[in-house]
């Protein structure tokens, strides 16, 4: 099962919604920038991110 989740790019910091499943081994990259480093955003970074604004 699919759902979508929140991805950002560890490059460019843009943020996009993907269809994520985690049973699924994928790899993705930034659909502004092109970057590889591109991570499911957690918690702990939506709180990192409100900190540096």
Same mark, same amino acid.
């Given at each position: 099962? $699919? ?5 950002? &790019?560890?490059? &460019? ?5 993907? @269809? ?5 081994? @994928?790899?993705? $990259?930034?659909?502004? &920038?092109? $970057?590889? $480093? ?8 939506? @709180? ?6």
């Amino acid at each position: 099962m $699919s759902a979508n989740k929140t991805f950002y &790019c560890l490059r &460019c910091q843009h943020r996009f919604p993907v @269809a994520h499943d985690p049973k699924q081994v @994928a790899e993705r $990259s930034c659909p502004k &920038c092109g $970057s590889n $480093s591109v991570r499911l955003e957690t918690p702990a970074a939506v @709180a990192a991110k409100q900190e540096g604004d």
